[in-house]
């Protein structure tokens, strides 16, 4: 059968800009391995022997670009459809070795917050923060008018030109700065607000402040102003939605299909092998995969320009998580929803020093057996020595996977003293794990960490691949990780291919 375009994943990236296609009357396949859609945004189920069940979120727990205006309302209205996610307040509890930050989405009790949990500099600090919001606001409205970015073609430019306001001529001057950049602007010194904000980043923009360019770094930390939501049922809902969308107008989602090779003939991709050999033809191919995977399925075919962009990619990170049912009497009584944690001032970030926990709100009675919370906790983490570890044996991943099981719940005893009394069931993912279900390159996720080289105009474009015919969507793309972000990378796909 020929489709009008073939999409490889059914990550909340692919399964978007999918639905979007088969809304408007394309023919469109999606080809996911896995048997659930969702990829990194997605759950899982775990029975227990009394025919209860978890439902745990695999790795993204909160989310962004639901209030009005942002990406995923944009497509829930295109496509007619709503998901079940409901507004948290506070968006969560930022715990430093010293004090408790609570993050409200509340502009004035954020304000307040701030300038009580930072007293040391809060009149520069408060300068910082009122600056960050308006370039905030500025790159907001920019990105509401889908332009799109970064311009890859002389169509692209034409297309940008319109979208930019004077407001964003001053923001020019920005693109090569970074948020560290701001912070010794304002003189901004107290460690403990450096810390609270490199903290913020690492999990929305996977680089500290030095290293972080300004104009992304400060959406990033404008998440909880902006709004964030749950997803009642877990992660997965999400996904669901879009699938369902995507079912309902004439898609064809097919699940345990792993695509092993993408087909290319005089220099355009025309098509996909099949893990079963099977052939399946289209002149658009969309992959929601990693830029290096792309790579690999293209194998011979990758463009020379494709490979040097592999090979000087810098280190992405992987995730570290632990899935744990917990006894609801081991859960202090009106608890947030999501906490980070930063251990020492003095340690990186990542690597067991900071971690993040989700748990599922109560009125969500879907998620765990009654009296029991479904609770992920995650911590940034090098890739490299686990695949050393497995590479080394059973035994030699097992012990590691047991030794940084421990460092999580020490870390998490911080927010749920007691915790490992009251925990019913525990299961560890690694970047091992996250290779073999999501097959992303070497387990890592999150996207490329928001650098000036790699942000902004210069993030990887829908046509990185430099493949006529194939499309890139998802977090190795503009404007880089989370399900809002991908989300904005799949409408903006659908918006170059409309225009044709
Ligand atoms: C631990 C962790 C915590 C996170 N926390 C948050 C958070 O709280 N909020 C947030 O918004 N974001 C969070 N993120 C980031 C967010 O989940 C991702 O950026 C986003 O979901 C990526 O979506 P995607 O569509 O680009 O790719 P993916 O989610 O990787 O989806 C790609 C899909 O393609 C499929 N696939 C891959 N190769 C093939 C193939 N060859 N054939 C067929 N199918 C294939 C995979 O199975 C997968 O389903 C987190 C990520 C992790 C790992």
Redesign the pocket.
């Known amino acids: 059968m020929m489709y009008d375009a073939i999409i ?9 800009v999918a639905a979007l296609l088969a809304r408007d009357g394309y023919r469109v396949a999606v ?4 048997i ?7 759950s899982y189920r775990r029975k227990r022997p009394d025919g209860t069940s978890y439902v745990f ?9 639901f209030q009005p205006g942002g990406a995923h309302d944009w497509v829930a209205r295109r496509l007619s459809l709503r998901f079940p996610v409901v507004p948290l307040e506070p968006a969560m509890q930022v715990w430093l070795p010293d004090r408790v930050v609570t993050r409200y989405g509340d502009p004035e009790a954020w304000r307040a917050e701030r300038m009580r949990a930072f007293p040391a500099q809060s009149a520069a600090a408060e300068r910082f923060w009122q600056n960050q919001e308006q370039i905030a606001d500025s790159v907001w409205r920019f990105a509401a008018r889908h332009p799109p970015m970064p311009p890859e073609t002389m169509g692209d430019f034409l297309n940008v030109v319109p979208t930019i306001r004077p407001e964003m001529i001053g923001l020019l001057a920005h693109l090569e700065r970074t948020v560290g950049h701001e912070l010794r602007r304002y003189r901004i010194s107290d460690p403990a607000l450096h810390a609270f904000i490199n903290a913020q980043l690492l ?1 929305s923009a996977q680089v500290p402040a030095d290293e972080c360019a300004w104009l992304f770094g400060s959406v990033a930390l404008d998440l909880a102003r902006q709004g964030v939501f749950y997803a009642e049922g877990g ?1 997965w809902s999400i996904a669901r939605t879009l699938a369902d969308a995507f079912i309902r107008d004439g898609g064809d989602l097919r699940y345990r ?4 090779q993408i087909l290319v003939e005089g220099g355009r991709a025309v098509g996909v092998r099949l ?1 079963n050999g099977e052939e399946l033809r289209s002149h658009l191919i969309i ?4 830029v290096p ?1 792309v790579a690999r ?1 293209l194998g011979a075919s990758a463009p020379r320009h494709l490979l040097r962009v592999v090979r000087t990619l810098p280190e992405a990170w992987g ?1 570290f ?1 632990l899935y744990v049912g917990v006894a609801d009497t081991g859960i202090p009584t009106g608890l947030p929803a ?1 906490h980070q944690i930063l251990l020492d001032y003095d340690l990186p970030m990542g690597e067991g020093n900071t971690a ?1 926990i ?1 748990l599922h709100p109560a009125h969500d009675t879907s998620r765990a057996p009654a009296g029991q919370c479904a609770i ?1 906790i ?1 911590t940034h983490t090098r890739v490299v020595p686990w695949w050393a570890a497995r590479a080394a044996g059973r035994a030699a991943y097992q012990e590691r996977k047991a030794r940084w099981a421990e460092v999580l719940l020490d870390a998490a005893e911080r927010v749920l003293p007691g915790l490992r009394s009251h925990i019913r069931y525990q299961q560890e ?1 690694t970047p091992v794990s ?1 290779a073999r ?4 390159a070497e387990g890592m ?3 490329l960490g928001q650098r000036p080289a790699q942000s902004g105009f210069r993030s990887l474009g829908a046509r990185a691949a430099g493949v006529p015919g194939l499309w890139l ?4 793309t503009f404007p ?7 989300t904005q ?2 409408i903006r796909l659908y918006t170059i291919l409309r225009r044709g």
Do not use: K, M, N
Not at 437 to 440: E, L, N
């Open positions: 490889i994943g059914a990550g909340i990236g692919g399964l978007t080809l996911e391995g896995h659930e859609p969702g990829g990194c945004a997605s979120d695999v790795g993204a727990t909160l989310f962004g670009g999990i992660a299909t792993w695509v092993e893990a992959s929601g995969q990693t995977d399925l995730a998580t999501h993040f989700s992920t995650s993912g996250f279900y999501t097959r992303r996720v999150g996207g969507v998802g977090d190795s880089g990780q989370s399900s809002a972000a991908v990378s799949a």
